[in-house]
């Protein structure tokens, strides 16, 4: 296969990229022509302490191997200062994908606010001041790629990650928004939950697990999604060890009750089994807020008449 999806010309921030899996971003962009600016605080994986090394090391592997790269050792939650080094050394931001990030697990009932906070400072905060400061400048030059760094412990939860997960699932949302408000002009914005080894990882993963977990497997959905030519926008992809799928919400058909008549507590207990069944041929898949309110819209007109206002069991068919 010819590697002919190309970055020359293209500038990108990739935030955390002194190791794991924005080293990796890092390095790919690199080798394909892109202008690589390597952000990373170079604190450890709990968030404390900072050094320059981590940045400096990538840096130096995509000279080394002919790319074009300058270092950025500034926190996200100064992403005003990631941009500008990119304007400084290269003249413009085409592509940011948001990737820094540290844990602090602890269960819910030990967290502490500085816990909670900290995870959302860097993950929340962080994504947003990058794009932020990123985003005019998208919007100037009418062209964007955004890829925002969730989890699967956002999208289903995990134990001893309630910060984590709060944070990552936001980040979800901010994609969503952002893929609506950019596509006029260009911007397209996707997110990952991707599963890779790395010193995030390594504390939690067996090492045999560990072993099939490479970041570099990760990574070229990064660049794919980043590319010029690619049309996707606004949506959640799960990757790791070669695997690639695409996640979307899925509904059920629900029931509809009469929209006129009081609906009590013991009327969703006897339409429980409809109401969270997936497996009768009526699920959905809203992808926007419009398609979400189809089903409630449509059960504006779901009016029972007085025969079976009484009895739940009377009450109409579900809504289509
Ligand atoms: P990692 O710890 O190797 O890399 C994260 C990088 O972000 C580090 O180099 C760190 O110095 C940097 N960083 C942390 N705080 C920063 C800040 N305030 N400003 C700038 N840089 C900062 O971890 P890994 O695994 O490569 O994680 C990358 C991203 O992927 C993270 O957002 C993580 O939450 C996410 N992720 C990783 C998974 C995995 O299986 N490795 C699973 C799900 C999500």
Redesign the pocket.
């Known amino acids: 296969m010819t590697n002919n999806l190309r970055f020359d010309g293209r500038v990108v921030i990739v935030?955390?990229a002194?190791?794991?899996?924005?080293r990796s971003h890092a390095l790919a962009f690199g080798s394909r022509g892109a202008s690589v600016v390597v952000?990373?605080?170079?604190?450890s994986?709990t968030?404390e302490g900072a050094s320059k090394r981590?940045a400096d090391m990538v840096v130096d592997e995509i000279q080394a191997a002919g790319g074009k790269a300058v270092a950025n050792y500034d926190?996200?939650?100064d992403g005003e200062k990631i941009v500008e080094t990119a304007m400084k050394a290269f003249g413009r931001v085409d592509i940011v994908v948001n990737?820094?990030?540290?844990l602090k697990d602890v269960s819910f009932a030990r967290m502490t606010d500085q816990q909670w906070d900290l995870i959302f400072q860097?993950?929340v905060d962080?994504a947003y001041k990058v794009l932020k400061a990123a985003w005019p400048i998208f919007r100037k030059q009418k062209y964007g790629r955004v890829i925002n760094?969730t989890?699967?412990a956002g999208i289903y939860g995990n134990f001893g990650q309630a910060n984590y997960s709060a944070a990552k699932l936001a980040l979800v949302g901010l994609t969503s928004t952002l893929a609506l408000e950019g596509k006029k002009e260009n911007i397209h914005s996707n997110v990952i939950?991707?599963?890779?080894a790395?010193?995030?990882?390594e504390t939690i993963m067996p090492p045999d697990m560990l072993k099939s977990l490479k970041?570099e497997m990760v990574t070229p959905l990064v660049l794919y999604l980043c590319h010029e030519d690619t049309k996707e926008n606004g949506s959640l992809f799960e990757v790791g060890a070669g695997f690639v799928g695409k996640l979307r919400w899925e509904r059920t058909g629900g029931y509809g009750f009469p929209n006129n008549k009081a609906l009590l507590p013991e009327h969703i207990q006897e339409r429980w089994a409809q109401i969270t069944n997936f497996e009768d041929g009526r699920v959905t898949h809203p992808g926007s807020t419009q398609e979400s309110m189809e089903s409630i819209i449509a059960n504006f007109e779901n009016l029972a008449g007085d025969s079976d206002a009484k009895a739940p069991s009377s009450g109409p068919s579900p809504a289509k």
Not at 18 to 22: N, R
């Open positions: 935030t955390g002194g190791g794991g899996l924005g952000n990373d605080l170079g604190g994986h968030g981590a926190s996200v939650l990737n820094a990030g540290i860097v993950h962080g760094t989890s699967a939950a991707p599963m890779a790395s010193r995030m990882t970041p």
